[in-house]
Structure formats: structure tokens, C-alpha cells
């Protein structure tokens, strides 16, 4: 059973880092597909970065580019975000995502750029972490 823990969460001030860690389990290889997506209160979940493992592309919201950094340890099983220049419109429950589908080759970049739901592309969900960012 596929399990995927968020941490790294928090609340910083205006212009802080964070750096987010998802940590995958119960499967044996590597997801095609891995994104974080982040939901505000009274907003819809919406994509934050993604990456696909067969190119290693990489695929970012407008609102986090040249300021959030998408990675992950196959080794380690691990999906990672870095989070600079954090602003206030930042803070959300931040959550991990993962998928086995080959076709998300296709559906990856559609999500990140909000043009498809996050649940039509991907199957396994973290639980969450919290970020808050003050000003």
C-alpha cells in the first residue's frame, strides 16, 4: 500500500525558507510521476511543482517560479521542496502526490498549470503539512 508522509512544515516570516520532505513507501518502483499541491482555506487544491521520473522534467506553478525547487532521492524514496522568498500568499496546507500511470507524462504539466484537477492525475495523496508564512 502506497503511504506518503509530509514534514518540514512551519511558520516563518516573510522572506524565510522551508524546505518540505515527502516520504514514500509500500511500493517497489519508482512513481512515475510526483508533485507537491497546496490548498488555502476556501480555495481549491491547486498544483505547486512536479516532476516526471522517466525525462526528470520538471514542471512549476507561475506563482513558485525562481523561488521553489522541485527534488527527489530515489534512493531515499524521497520528494523534497524548497521553499525561498516565502510570502504570505504561500501559506497552505501543502500536500505530496504521486502516481504509477505512465500518462503523466501528459497530465503532469497540465495539472501544475491549474488546466486539470489534481485528482485526475494523480492516485496517492499525503496527509499534509501546514506552511504559514507571516508578514
Known amino acids: 500500500q502506497v503511504q506518503l508522509v509530509e514534514s518540514g512544515g512551519g511558520s516563518v516570516q516573510a522572506g524565510g525558507s522551508l524546505r518540505l520532505s515527502c516520504a514514500a513507501s509500500?511500493?517497489?518502483?519508482?512513481?512515475?510521476?510526483m508533485g507537491w499541491f497546496r490548498q488555502a482555506p476556501g480555495k481549491e487544491r491547486e498544483g505547486v511543482a512536479g516532476v516526471y521520473s522517466g525525462s526528470g522534467g520538471k514542471y512549476y506553478a507561475d506563482s513558485v517560479k525562481g523561488r521553489f525547487t522541485i527534488s527527489q532521492d530515489n534512493a531515499k524514496k524521497t520528494l523534497y521542496l524548497q521553499m525561498n522568498s516565502l510570502v504570505p500568499e504561500d501559506t497552505a496546507m501543502y500536500y505530496c502526490?504521486?502516481?504509477?500511470?505512465?500518462?503523466?507524462?501528459?497530465?503532469?504539466?497540465?495539472?501544475?498549470?491549474?488546466?486539470?484537477?489534481?485528482?485526475?492525475?494523480?492516485?496517492?495523496w499525503g496527509q499534509g503539512t501546514q506552511v504559514t508564512v507571516s508578514s
Open positions: 502526490a504521486a502516481d504509477f500511470r505512465a500518462n503523466c507524462l501528459f497530465t503532469l504539466p497540465k495539472v501544475i498549470a491549474g488546466a486539470l484537477a489534481p485528482d485526475r492525475a494523480f492516485a496517492y
Open positions: 509500500g511500493y517497489a518502483r519508482s512513481a512515475s510521476c
